[in-house]
């Protein structure tokens, strides 16, 4: 099993900055991709951006040139840097951990983007 927790959500205002992160523990080996999802009030969850054991990254076009993953294989730990925040941001942000075959969530965290 594999437990993904998040941290650094939180309320900013329109244009802001978080960064959020996330610590996977458990039977950590093989964890191959790593990633950020989120769901607003109403919506689907949707994937924001990916990162692999070899450092690849993918972006929902949304949030390209703004947000920036990064993964630390040695710690475990991704970690999303997301700037020029704006209203649509708003949601519940998950990390995902793909192993062998099974998906891994966290339980999420909340950002909040405010004018």
Same mark, same amino acid.
């Given at each position: #099993?594999? #437990?993904?927790?998040?941290?650094?959500?939180?309320?900013? #205002?329109?244009?802001?900055?978080?960064?959020?992160? &996330? *610590?996977?523990?458990? =039977? +950590?080996?093989? +964890?191959?991709?790593?990633?950020?999802?989120? @769901?607003?009030?109403?919506? @689907?969850?949707?994937?924001? *951006?990916? =990162?692999?054991?070899?450092?690849?990254?993918?972006?929902? /076009?949304?949030?390209?040139?703004?947000?920036? =993953?990064?993964? /630390?294989?040695?710690?475990?730990?991704? *970690?999303? #840097?997301?700037?020029?925040?704006?209203?649509? /941001?708003?949601?519940?942000?998950? &990390?995902?951990?793909?192993?062998?075959?099974?998906?891994?969530?966290? @339980?999420?965290? @909340?950002?909040?983007?405010?004018?």
């Amino acid at each position: #099993q594999v #437990q993904l927790v998040e941290s650094g959500g939180g309320s900013v #205002q329109t244009g802001g900055s978080l960064r959020l992160s &996330c *610590a996977a523990s458990g =039977i +950590i080996f093989s +964890i191959n991709v790593m990633g950020w999802y989120r @769901q607003a009030p109403g919506k @689907q969850r949707e994937l924001v *951006a990916t =990162i692999t054991s070899g450092g690849s990254t993918n972006y929902a /076009d949304s949030v390209k040139g703004r947000f920036t =993953i990064s993964r /630390d294989n040695a710690k475990n730990t991704v *970690a999303l #840097q997301m700037n020029s925040l704006n209203a649509e /941001d708003t949601a519940v942000y998950y &990390c995902k951990a793909h192993r062998l075959g099974r998906h891994y969530w966290g @339980q999420g965290t @909340q950002v909040t983007v405010s004018s």
